[in-house]
C-alpha cells in the first residue's frame, strides 16, 4: 500500500466517522425532543403564556380606537383610514385570535368567537366606509359603524379579562 492510498483511506474513514457521529447526535436530539414536548399541548400552553400580553395589546388598540371618536365625528375619512393601519390597532387581529385560542377549553369561549366576529364585521364596515368617503362619495354615515366597533371590541375585552389568568397570577 502506497503513501497515497493510506492518504486516501484515512480521509474516508475520517469522513465517514464524522457522518456517522452528526447522525447519531441528531437522532439523540430528536429523540429528546420528540419526548419531551407534546405539539398538541405546547400550543395551548403558548396561547396561555401570551394571552395577557395579547389582552394589554388589546385593551392599547381600544384607546386608540376611542380616539378615533374625533375623527369619526369630523368625518375626517383619510384619518380614520389611516389610523386602523397603525399599531397597536394593527395587530388586533393576531391578538384577538391568540386571546381565543387561549380560552378555547372555557365556557366563554363562544363568546369571545362571537364579539370578536362582530367587531371585525363592524371595522371593516367602518373601512369601507371611509374609503368611500376618501373616494368622494358624499354623506357618508360612519358613526353608526365606529359606535358598534367600540361597543363589540369593549364587550370582547371584558369577557376576555374572565377568561385570561395573568402570568404571574397562574404560578
Known amino acids: 500500500m502506497s503513501l497515497a492510498q493510506n492518504d486516501v483511506e484515512q480521509n474516508i474513514s475520517r469522513r465517514d466517522s464524522l457522518l456517522k457521529i452528526t447522525a447519531a447526535i441528531s437522532g439523540a436530539t430528536a429523540t429528546v425532543l420528540g419526548t419531551a414536548i407534546l405539539p398538541a399541548n405546547a400550543d395551548i400552553i403558548t396561547y396561555k403564556l401570551q394571552a395577557s400580553a395579547s389582552l394589554r395589546m388589546v385593551k392599547r388598540a381600544t384607546r386608540q380606537l376611542d380616539d378615533m371618536g374625533i375623527l369619526v365625528a369630523g368625518k375626517d375619512y383619510n384619518g380614520v383610514h389611516d389610523a386602523i393601519r397603525v399599531p397597536p390597532f394593527t395587530e388586533v387581529r393576531k391578538n ?76
Open 96 to 171: 384577538c385570535s391568540i386571546i381565543i385560542a387561549a380560552a378555547e377549553d372555557t365556557a366563554e369561549s363562544g363568546s369571545l368567537q362571537q364579539l370578536y366576529a362582530d367587531f371585525k364585521k363592524t371595522i371593516e364596515d367602518v373601512n369601507s366606509k371611509a374609503d368611500q368617503g376618501i373616494r368622494g362619495k358624499k354623506d357618508v354615515e360612519i358613526q353608526g359603524s365606529y359606535d358598534d366597533a367600540v361597543r363589540n371590541l369593549k364587550s370582547f375585552i371584558e369577557v376576555a379579562e374572565r377568561v385570561i389568568t395573568p402570568v404571574g397570577a397562574a404560578m
